[in-house]
């Protein structure tokens, strides 16, 4: 199996973020457009796998494949600069909402990552 230097460096912040996220965190609802919604926030947890479970204010739970967070991650830098639109990151994931807060809480280890 090859590893891709973009790989090498997404693993390396998975690792991170899921070092983090193995006590239960606060996630505050962001998007580049609007900052911060002060309604939607979420808990975010690491349990093991390739998967951070996110439990939302209903109490309903959702499972965040490992892979959805490699896309936004290799598309960060665009997506906050405005060069990458957020419809078309929907396009390739339904947990943009969920992914997009997370980085942007823990951006100190994408800048260490990149």
């Given at each position: ?34 900052g ?43 997506y ?32 260490e990552?990149?």
């Amino acid at each position: 199996m090859k590893c891709r230097e973009g790989s090498m460096r997404f693993d390396e912040f998975w690792k991170k973020l899921t070092t983090v996220l193995r006590d239960k965190r606060l996630i505050r609802n962001w998007t580049r457009d609007s900052g911060y919604l002060g309604k939607g926030d979420f808990y975010a947890v690491y349990r093991g796998g390739n998967v951070i479970i996110c439990i939302l204010e209903s109490g309903s739970v959702l499972r965040v494949p490992k892979e959805d967070f490699e896309l936004l991650f290799n598309h960060w830098e665009d997506y906050i600069k405005g060069r990458y639109p957020r419809h078309l990151l929907r396009n390739k994931s339904r947990f943009t909402k969920y992914t997009i807060s997370i980085l942007n809480q823990y951006g100190e280890f994408l800048q260490e990552a990149i």
